[in-house]
């Protein structure tokens, strides 16, 4: 379980393929404190960190994953948001994220705004019902407020701080990311599709 807050941002160095896996070797600030077999949020894809070295560590992205999320397309020099599991003990300062993406949508506007970013994405529409007016949704693992909501579409405001410390600064328009819908309304969601 994460909270979509963002420790820091690491570098993904090299890809292999062993079948239809891709296992991606990264270098971060928190790589020297990952042990095998932890969970590990990268770009809100939840992961289980497999090698470790100095600075760096290795994930491995299953096939499912790689059709559902943007590790796709992910290269040497690719920048990724990095978030350890919650600590039951700490402040939950964003919202509760699994880990688990529900689908990817795509940048359709990059906008400064004197001092802040808007970001509009565009997302497939059956999973409409699965986000609200000032709500929580996670992008590429950062837990953000959802606005100017549409069936197909919604914005995010970025502060200066969130985007000088995640992958943001690098996003342009045309650029997958990945997506997972609140849990909360995901259940409610749920319930009330069995009750019809």
Known sequence: MF????????TVTQVTNTGTNRSFFIESPVSDELKVDQSVSHNGVCLTVEETGPGWHRVTAIEETLKKTSLGNWQTGTLVNIERCLKLDGRLDGHLVQGHVDTTGICIGKE??????????EFPKKFAAL???????????????????????????????????TNMQNLQEGDTVNLEFDLLGKYITRSLSLNK
């Open 112 to 121: 400064a705004k004197n001092g802040s970013w808007v970001f509009e994405f």
């Open 3 to 10: 909270t979509g807050i963002i420790e820091t941002v690491g």
């Open 131 to 165: 986000i609200i007016e000032k709500g929580s949704i996670c992008v590429n693992g950062i837990s953000l407020t959802a606005f100017g909501v549409g069936k197909k579409k919604f914005s995010v405001a970025i502060i200066p701080y969130t985007f000088e410390h």
